[in-house]
């Protein structure tokens, strides 16, 4: 299955594709209106406007080193994920978005692994049942995330981090696959580059993820970005990946909406060439 990802609502409604990702919410704190019939995407705690407005509320390392744009390594700023007031808005906000039809979580865990050492954070692992720092940050996500699904009737997508590792989306993100199992209706990992001058790492990861969740009953999506992209180059990648995947979403702009549409057209046509992974 192809689809595509915009931001657009007029590209959304294009008819391009399979099925639409729509960014609702996004990471710069941008409030959309969602819209039927597509995947409502909603940043979870990406929020770059109420980093801004009040930075004590960043997610933070032991030396007080803030998610915030400027940090090296963040290109937004990312809200603690035990900050009460900020989950119960944002669990309220994915319910709103749900009332649309499906949502996909965009930047559900923590925003790497030297994160959330903020004062709530330690009190919070100190008085919990577990020992392991990573077990406490897992369980809090995956918490969330079921929480999240309980408040909506269509299907829940979580971004996964692009890091297959085995472990490491839990040491990063406090995201744990097989515990989202019961969970998740599907997870999407983004492989997105500007060109793809190279593409070794994109079939690379691809490969690395269809292992680590081939054992999960859950449908996997690869996100790719088209904006320097030319159709060859973005069917030769889709090519490259697809088997590992049930679907590939187009990250796409007004600029390139043309290509993308060619792409669709030319892999829709196309037989997938089947890889053993
Ligand atoms: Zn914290």
């Known amino acids: ?77 990312t809200i603690c994920p035990t900050d009460p007031d900020y989950r119960a808005g944002l669990l309220d906000r994915i319910e709103t978005v749900g009332d649309n039809g499906d949502v996909r979580l965009t930047t559900p865990g923590f925003p790497g692994g030297g994160f959330c050492r903020c004062v709530r954070c330690e009190r919070q692992f100190a008085t919990s049942e577990f020992d392991d720092r990573v077990a406490w940050r897992t369980a809090t996500i995956t918490r969330f995330v079921r929480e999240a699904k309980n408040r909506i009737t269509g299907d829940l997508i979580v971004t996964l981090y692009p890091d297959p590792y085995p472990g490491n989306l839990r040491a990063r993100a406090g995201i744990d696959p097989q515990a989202l199992e019961s969970v998740a209706d599907g997870f999407l990992v983004p492989l997105c580059s500007i060109s793809y001058e190279t593409t070794y790492w994109v079939e690379s990861l691809a490969r690395g993820f269809a292992h680590e969740l081939g054992d999960l009953d859950i449908p996997l999506t690869f996100q790719l970005s088209a904006s320097e992209a030319g159709v060859d180059r973005l069917v030769d990648v889709t090519h490259q990946i697809e088997s590992y995947a049930d679907a590939v979403v187009y990250g796409t702009y007004e600029g390139d909406f043309e290509t993308v549409r060619e792409v669709i057209h030319r892999r829709g046509t196309a037989t997938p060439r089947s890889q053993p992974v």
């Open 1 to 77: 299955m192809y689809g595509i990802l915009t931001s657009d609502p007029t590209l959304a409604r294009a008819d391009v594709g399979e099925f639409v990702h729509f960014v609702t919410d996004d990471v710069s704190g941008r409030r959309g209106t969602p819209l039927d019939g597509v995947v409502n995407a909603v940043a979870c705690w990406g929020n770059t406007e109420i980093v801004r407005d009040d930075p004590d509320r960043a997610a933070t390392t032991t030396k007080g080193t803030r998610a915030t744009p400027e940090t090296e390594g963040h290109h937004w700023g």
